[in-house]
């Protein structure tokens, strides 16, 4: 028997108990777990709505729906795998640099210890932080960037540092193996035509949502896939990837995105990566009553650890 | 021209008189009547989010927007059929068994009397009582069964009533013909590889939505005509079998699911299977402040009627 | 350079400042522009949900997130041309005659000085008012129009003026080239067999959503094109011709319809006809919390923006 | 026993069965009847938020939980009255004069038949309807407005009817007999100082807010009293009375109020005038998702037949 | 120092960390405390809107912007005392008696430890199940319940236990001494004028709110004080006794009522009672989007913790 | 006649037209004006719920249903003032310093003019940057605080700007002359007893709200006038000194506050007092569906414009 699993729903109902992601318990351990649920409420960086410092409390609370049995990947995830909610990165709201170096010390024994960290955000700027922690362990990674975003702008108003210029400093900063690297489903209108191609620029190779229903999604795995190949990845994904109508609750959203079911279908996909790390970010619960955006985090972030579950010998 | 029909919206705005179902008349009557519409506002066998109590408020509410003619169908609902608004069983919140009385003891007359029921939840624990009543007068009849969950789990906390056993319950009573029922979209996540089987251990055919992805919709309407035959079937329609994009006003959500539009054509090409009652449950209107799950649900119902009208001889 | 152009976002937050179309100055001016958005809210012809005369207000709002590339057209918006926020037409609420003439006489000036008008709703019955100044100068225009609904009724309760009766009121005052004008997915119940045939008799060619769903989009795009020819034509958007659960935000839902992506792709297609003219009508924003209708509709005037930018010489 | 009573809520529950008036039976009888609830959903004439069309229909569905006893009253309106919920007069959506002809015939049978009726509105508009029906049969009446508006402009936009001219044009019809009427409670910002006087000027007596919390409320009822005399007189209750914070569901909203108790209390020792018939008016439901505003209706229209119930011999 | 205090919050950001009460430790210990906040989430027993199973939860969001000290009466509650967050008791949702049980069991050793027990509900029958875990230690206790309903009743639809009558049953079943047992603040409307002497004629004293208006609340306070003596009392809490503008998010409000400043003003004054226990019910979250019934009853808790903190020795 | 004043509500209706502070021109202009509403949209330093940066916006959007003239102090501001909507300062979101620096450089010219700024929040972070730009005009000024919080705290989490600490960084930096200083409404739960001294200690004077309620209105604004006397003074506002009944939407709400009536009461009487500038923070609209704290927050701007109308000679 694995030492953390959840509590078990058929015996204390769903909706009660201190809520912590898939009803883990809540015990800052690096030891005898295979992964990390870690959430990093910092929305300081975020340049339009903002509130995503309550997404991995929205997250954690909706996710005690989610059972440990994926039928599609055929494994029991409770059964196979020891896990934690690892609880909440310190941040501090205001301060971007000081919570960067706040994310990386505190992710740092996680990584360490070989467990996978999955992070719940916050906005996307808090990729940075965890790219550093994994880059110390690991050295560059390959990225599996999921976004309508490229995340790659130099500055907003004089300033490195927010959520559209992330994956440019984890460049920058050498914690990403760009060769490797993919960056999956951007559209929505751009600044100008060089938005298309900086990414390409900077060494990434770019799927756009335009592209994607030109191709097929699964044109766009295979590509992935090749692109990856062996290396250790980190898949950082943005809820704003998904249409509004099923991820309404998030800070720039982007009309004429995928269905739950595409995005599910291709996460699933992906399965023989060799992920090391995961995240999960801008929900954003303030906008969405009904928490449909929250359960479908919580919804891919059991795919993440079902990718885990597989890949375990 | 028949007795009961709708107040005609051309004459009275949509949003003016008392709210009932379609704008029909509120009578408690079995004559002169080929369908009722009957709310059955009971929500204390939820296991997670409660108030689908108000399902049948909400349903009412919105249902006004619908009009007699159906162009798929080519059928005009009013010309064809007399019904009303039958009012709501006077359940007891709190106490299940009771409330499986009252229900049997309520839809008998209208059962009895030949006109059909379509009850609407509610959570999904009431189909036990409407298939007391319906079994005590037709004999156990095909089930077919819309939903994202099996709802054919033993107990929960020990207790053998509540909205996730309800057909097992129905099939150990004796009220349901397994040999030609089938169950249709289950998806998310499970207890266990076991959930996937136990339904056809029981005798149930079933086409989980993976499955249904799979071998698509057309073959699944094939295998559930199929199923049923020319059987007696009741029609018990989960709304959480929908995608919470298109039905977020609900207790249980799973992503992943069905559009209104898919699933408004399959059951269009249910038209020649021999229901004699149907149900559209688990509709929660507190989180879904733009009312489209209970207006989806309203539309679902008036397919229902146009079935009724097309066999009607 | 163009002469007006948008705030730019890059140095002032989106969030920040006045809220106008996409940043755009707010200024009576015909001169120097190649075109104009122009609020018009009015709501007093709705005959169920209420409240689109804050349609204009919600759009403009979360329209601070466009940018000017648009990348399926190639084009930038902003380097191509120079447009104002013209502000919004003093309307009269309650008072429907007497708003259309405020309609025509504020338009007019526009439409006179060669500019592009997009008209923001408000309801469906404003676009009278609008074609009304258009044919002054243009006389009767081919008409594209994408709505679940037809707006050809005769009259409600005995009154000629509502959102529903727009078209045949326009056909009847000779606004429309009705030989060249095309209605676009229609779907939902209809008060008889005869509503689906009433256009056509009164010389549209009709597209429901039932044979777009038959004929596919490519096809549809195709009939729009043939049917418009090298006419001069206005472009009529009711925001409900899209499914409720991308867009929920509207007074008459219907269940069933299109995505967003699906819509944004059709409206590109259509970039070589003659549009003189658009309007974007019946958001209502107060049940839609995360302003996900209101920002497809910005996505939408972006797109009209967009074909005006391809044609400009 | 009185012919029509309640639906006993210790039988039935609350949330149960279609929704009238404090579950009063639904006929639109003007036999043996002391009261008639009468919905009147029209909002055309709404100068700002609009949408109080769902009024009727929001205070019915949460006045289910009024029960019969008046404790401050010591009355039991069930025991001593016979009421009915009439139902909604069937106005006209966009049309404010045919909507006035309307309401005014649909009244007059139940104003001629000795029933007090209590109108639930809609926009404050619809009590010119109301009052030509019943000047119709009492002649002119002594009018009790409580309203943080004084509703006697004189036109507005060029236009004579709207819900901020009501009271003038009822005083032009020669409907208020306004030497025994009185204002109660305007405040918030004014046009120009002439606002205040030009009620008075009218003829009517005023007592804004700012003067009852210096006069206290005891001397404000006295003064009511005193005015009224022994006059036949109409309530006329503007939701807006109440502060936001008690009643945040309505159009035009105005700060520094009252509070429900003290609003509750003033009607109560009202109870010696002669009321012929009363309104309340202006309830938004969209924007008060916690119904307070339609239960501080339901609440009101409770101790308006708690009066009748005391003056019934 | 304290064993368990509340995280830092000038160290960890409110908004950070797993939620618990007051960002106290989450322990199922009853050892080296002096209080144990207990979630009770069973809503089964509401008779109109339910959901307060999620109030707990929802109480606990909020209460970490509580700060250790109170000014009024001048205590450090961190300094002074040392308290757990013990989680959530296993209900049964949909089996009030089996769910009696389960929280008589599980609240048993809090009780005999002799740490004092703050239950958060859920509906107001929950207090049953507590009372009898409190009376088989301390025997039947004086009960102060402030509410706006009795909760006396006998029966609703032929069943003894709801929320509406749990104190009659604890009074039949010998938990509460009535003769030093006080329900404060009953307002809204009755059954019948028999309502309001049946609680009398049980043995309580009864002020209702209408009596605690003329009386003043320093007499309401020392008729308190004078009825339970030097008794052991029980303090419960239902949040309507709150006007819904204070707390919106409950089951059923009533309107008329107190402000959030006079109640916690008259907790304070209570603070020589020798509170065994103390619970709050009816927090009803999801009608509530700016949270300020949960934040309001975090702090009547946060009163309540500051009375055992005064009364340590 | 003034230059600048607001859009006739009886000629363009209050819902059209694009959304300026209470309809005045936006013109980034420094002559001709009385004072300018000036935007701050900050909202990087708040501690917990953020989204303030959306309360300049929120604001604007519901003060169009302010009108010019003020009953209680008998004033038209539109009669006696010239101002406008300054739009935006730029800010710089998720960099409180150099957010600091725009807002300084922005508002020079404005206080260098002469004209009044009254600033719109944001966090109360902002005032610091409008103090600076004060200061270097008017020298140190007296500082009136309407509060729940002392915003006094030396730093968070390291760290020294945010909205918990802004007025001990003013008096560090010489910008606020503390012995004619005062803070008023303080209340809720504090860190330790020394959070009620710190600030005396600093040198402010303190009237917390237990104290109010104890002294009565009337002595607060006595002792506010004498400790203030003739010295210029800067009206800093924080919406959360109001009951979060009155003012829901904010990000810090305490319980137990005052009314709106009292609130502009008070805010009147402070009439004589020589304020060289106002702002009002903390309106987070995201929270607040009804708008009322949006529209309290205007009616307090609206308060601070009359202030400045009975002053201009």
């Known amino acids: 028997m694995n030492k953390y699993v959840p509590i078990n729903s058929l015996e204390v109902p769903r909706f009660a108990e201190i809520k912590t992601f898939m009803r883990l318990p809540n015990i800052k351990t690096t030891e005898d777990i295979?992964?990390?649920v870690i959430g990093i409420p910092f929305d300081t960086a975020s340049t339009y709505r903002t509130?995503?410092?309550?997404?991995?409390?929205a997250i954690r609370d909706i996710?005690?729906?989610?059972k440990p049995y994926n039928a599609p990947q055929k494994v029991n995830v409770v059964e196979k795998l020891s896990g934690?909610?690892?609880?909440?990165v310190s941040v501090n709201p205001g301060y971007i640099e000081d919570t960067y170096e706040r994310i990386e010390k505190e992710l740092l024994p996680v990584v360490k210890s070989g467990a996978i960290p999955i992070c719940l955000g916050g906005d996307h700027s808090i990729t940075l932080g965890e790219l550093r922690a994994i880059a110390k362990i690991h050295g560059p990674v390959a990225l599996v960037h999921f976004d309508s975003h490229f995340d790659t702008i130099d500055s907003y108003f004089g300033k490195k540092y927010n959520h559209g210029t992330v994956f440019r400093r984890a460049l920058e900063e050498g914690l990403i193996d760009v060769e490797h690297s993919i960056q999956i489903g951007m559209r929505g209108?751009?600044?100008?035509?060089?938005?298309?191609i900086e990414s390409e620029n900077l060494g990434f190779e770019v799927i756009t949502s335009f592209e994607m229903r030109e191709i097929g999604l699964a044109n766009t795995i295979e590509r992935i896939i090749n692109r990856v190949g062996d290396k250790k990845a980190f898949f950082s994904f943005?809820?704003?990837f998904v249409d509004p109508a099923y991820a309404p609750g998030t800070g720039t959203i982007e009309v004429g995105g995928f269905s739950s079911m595409e995005i599910l279908d291709m996460i699933r996909k992906l399965k023989d990566i060799s992920f090391i790390g995961y995240d999960i970010v801008e929900v954003l619960p303030c906008v969405d009553p009904s928490?449909?955006?929250a359960f479908l985090a919580s919804n891919i972030v059991f795919e993440f650890i079902s990718i885990i579950a597989l890949q375990k010998k």
């Open 34 to 36: 295979d992964y990390a």
């Open 51 to 57: 509130g995503s410092r309550f997404g991995p409390s």
């Open 63 to 66: 996710s005690s729906l989610i």
């Open 84 to 88: 934690v909610d690892y609880g909440d």
């Open 189 to 196: 209108t751009f600044y100008s035509e060089k938005d298309l």
């Open 238 to 240: 943005d809820i704003d």
């Open 291 to 293: 928490q449909i955006t």
